[in-house]
């Protein structure tokens, strides 16, 4: 499984971004897909997982009401609509994907992509 992140840029404080991630290869192995970030001198955090079979979400409580976790199945993308931007959420975005179960542990999961940057401005 390949995953390609898109949609990463410089918004600033309150505004919106739509991230993208598309799956490919042997994605009917996939079970979940997630978003996790990394902050510049952090560690790498969950943020949301979606369930491909049943759309089943969760987020983290930093998130929740201001980002949402989706998927087109017909496109083998997920994405992550972030609204009400701030300046803490600045972080490189990764998108990662499991066969097995939902987690927000990282290591739980199989499939990574590379990352996109994203930056929220004061």
């Known amino acids: 499984v390949q995953l390609v992140e898109s949609g990463g840029g410089l918004v600033q404080a309150g505004g919106s971004l739509r991230l993208s991630c598309a799956a490919s290869?042997?994605?009917?192995?996939?079970?979940?897909m997630a978003w996790f970030r990394q902050a510049p001198g952090k560690e790498r955090e969950f943020v949301a997982a979606i369930i491909w079979s049943t759309s089943t979400t969760l987020y983290a409580d930093s998130v929740k009401g201001r980002f949402t976790i989706s998927r087109d199945n017909a496109k083998n993308t997920v994405y992550l609509q972030m609204s009400s931007l701030k300046p803490e959420d600045t972080a490189v975005y990764y998108c990662a994907a499991k066969e097995r179960g939902l987690s927000t542990l990282q290591y739980t999961y199989n499939y990574w992509g590379q990352g996109t940057q994203v930056t929220v401005s004061s």
């Open positions: 290869g042997r994605t009917f192995n996939i079970y979940t």
